[in-house]
């Protein structure tokens, strides 16, 4: 990263260092040509004020520096033929030749610009002089300017190389200090956070994502351990009646038909539990299906089980509603927990309620079962704290982990549904499902 944006910026640099001296050139040149013209031009007005008409002869007038203009003079007749020609090349006589016979005109040879200029004896055309003037110097000057603007532009360049690399190298070190950190809370210590408030810039920014991050990877890593302990609890009470029903039929059973009764107890007790597990592990994928459970036929098998475990405890039901838009295995895994909590707070009775539930109790038509018993109740602060994983009333009777109800809220709300508690005398607990489409 350090080392592309480090590449990027100096040739973005030298692209524009090299389009100003671009520039720079041309503008130089423009402007030493501009000279040199304007230096041609003035020699040959002076060269043409210097040319006088003696006996129908063209002749120069000796003036103070004659000397600084005749090396680089060629004066000519009208019909072409040279009068005063300097001592140069033959190339440089032909060229001044050809501009003397074309009319007033520029021309370039080699590092030579030669220049004409007719001469007027008043409105009568009696020759044309050409004057001379040496390049040299302007290309010299140009070259030397040039020159050193490269070497400038060399040495800009490596200077914003190295400066370039140490200002990105302090700008990226902190995220790579914080990377390395976020990396190793990740592993170890997914609490920390870096704690830089609002962002306002893009490093603070990158904190807060970053504290996004690990306060997710947290989330995800005590989710993880509320799904196990909540599988954990599903399994413990079938595990202890396997346990208990083999261990007396280890003991005390010797006849053939109390050991095929315990073994048919420990096969029911097999087939629950592979019942909640395949149901634990269907659950997080979702409940989109058209599948719809008869929540009235669900409780009743509920309530044959507790009329079995819970002789004590009379369990009524009462109602019926349309099938709800849920698997029946989860269906059964959101009501267990429920009820089986009511059972072991009631006194003596327990009361299931199923009907429609009215549209403020939910967003869509809902299928409603009431769960209620005789025991001591919830108070109003324990409303949302029965909820959390492992919390346990004041009124608890010391059985189970605290896991049941947040697991069924958890299903159900996976369902598309709710678990809610009521607080007052009488425990009372309501649960919501979406009821299946009409076909």
């Excluded at 030493?32 to 004020?49: C, G, I, K, N, Y």
């Excluded at 003397?100 to 409105?123: F, H, K, N, Y």
């Amino acid at each position: 990263m350090r080392r592309r944006l480090t590449l990027v910026t100096v040739v973005a640099i030298g692209v524009a260092v090299a389009l100003l001296t671009a520039t720079f050139w041309l503008l130089l040149r423009g402007w030493l040509r501009h000279d040199a013209d304007v230096l041609l031009a003035s020699h040959a007005r002076s060269a043409a004020a210097l040319v006088a008409v003696d006996a129908g002869r063209l002749v120069l007038e000796e003036t103070p520096g004659d000397e600084a203009i005749e090396p680089g003079m060629w004066l000519f007749d009208p019909e072409a033929s040279p009068v005063v020609r300097p001592p140069v090349d033959r190339s440089l006589d032909t060229a001044a030749a050809a501009l003397a016979s074309s009319g007033p005109a520029t021309r370039v040879i080699g590092q030579v610009e030669l220049r004409s200029l007719p001469v007027q004896d008043g409105s009568r055309h009696v020759g044309t002089v050409v004057v001379a003037l040496s390049l040299a110097p302007y290309v010299h000057s140009e070259r030397l300017a040039v020159g050193a603007a490269i070497v400038l532009d060399v040495v800009i360049l490596i200077g914003a190389a190295v400066l370039v690399r140490r200002v990105v190298g302090s700008a990226l070190r902190p995220v790579a200090e914080m990377t390395a950190r976020a990396r190793d809370w990740g592993a170890h210590d997914p609490d920390q956070r870096f704690g830089l408030g609002p962002p306002h810039d893009e490093i603070t920014g990158l904190a807060a994502t970053l504290d996004g991050l690990l306060t997710r990877l947290a989330a995800s890593l005590r989710h993880e351990a509320l799904v196990t302990s909540q599988i954990a609890h599903e399994l413990k009470t079938p595990l202890a009646r396997m346990r208990t029903s083999a261990e007396a039929s280890a003991r005390y059973d010797t006849r053939a038909e109390s050991l095929r009764a315990a073994l048919e107890g420990v096969l029911a007790e097999v087939d629950q539990l592979t019942g909640v597990i395949e149901t634990l592990l269907k659950a997080p994928g979702g409940t989109a299906t058209m599948e719809g459970a008869d929540l009235t036929e669900v409780a009743a098998r509920l309530r044959r089980t507790a009329t079995a475990e819970h002789p004590r405890v009379r369990m009524s039901l009462h109602g019926a509603a349309r099938p709800a838009l849920c698997d029946p295995a989860l269906a059964e895994r959101i009501l267990a927990p429920v009820v089986d909590n009511a059972l072991r707070h009631a006194r003596s009775a327990v009361t299931l309620r199923i009907d429609q539930a009215e549209p403020a109790a939910a967003r869509t038509d809902a299928t409603r079962v009431t769960i209620t018993d005789d025991g001591t109740g919830f108070t109003p602060d324990e409303v949302d704290a029965v909820f959390e994983p492992g919390y346990r009333g004041a009124a608890s009777t010391g059985d189970g982990a605290g896991l049941g109800l947040p697991l069924a809220r958890r299903l159900a709300r996976l369902a598309g549904g709710d678990v809610l508690v009521l607080p007052g005398p009488g425990g009372r607990v309501v649960v919501t499902l979406p009821v299946l489409p009409d076909t």
